[in-house]
């Protein structure tokens, strides 16, 4: 009798005996087999004017549940901003997929592939794009004020990207 603790894998038992004066041996193997290893990202959706940067992160785990380091997986961008590249995994497992959205609106699938306990994992997150519009916000948007007495408004116009609009002629 005997129980695996070693994780997931083939153990091979000999056997070997003297009967008769001959040596007579037999062989048994057995596998293992843990949890299904995981892929899973994070933010999976997310929403951004173009024109702005976004970071999604791929975490990859082994069928027992620890991290999957140095793993390569296959990154793939479809949609507006297409694009491919391979990264490996760090030692939690994780990779980083970073990119800035074009000036076009639509949604990117980022998808991330790799070899995992001799499985192929994929998974993915979405990111939509919106077009960006300038803004324009006055502060106190609301106040109630005496006749007769001074009251002071504050209008902050925005590009699309959310900078400032500095010195434009109101």
């Known amino acids: 009798s005997y129980v695996g603790n070693g994780g997931a894998g083939t153990d091979t038992f000999t056997f070997a005996a003297s009967i008769d004066g001959q040596v007579v041996s037999c062989q048994a193997t057995k596998t293992w087999v843990g949890g299904n290893p995981t892929c899973d990202v994070a933010p999976a959706n997310a929403i951004n004017p173009t024109g702005t940067r976004h970071t999604v992160t791929a975490t990859f785990r082994r069928g027992d549940g620890s991290p999957a380091a140095g793993v390569a997986v296959a990154t793939a ?88 609009a500095a010195a434009v002629p109101v």
């Open 77 to 164: 961008i479809a949609g507006p901003n297409a694009a491919t590249r391979t990264l490996t995994t760090n030692a939690a497992g994780q990779v980083v997929l970073a990119w800035t959205g074009g000036p076009l609106a639509g949604t990117d699938v980022a998808t991330f592939t790799a070899t995992v306990d001799g499985r192929q994992l994929t998974c993915r997150g979405d990111k939509t794009w919106t077009s960006a519009q300038p803004t324009c916000d006055v502060a106190p948007a609301v106040a109630t004020n005496p006749v007769g007495t001074r009251h002071t408004l504050t209008a902050t116009f925005r590009r699309a990207t959310t900078a400032p």
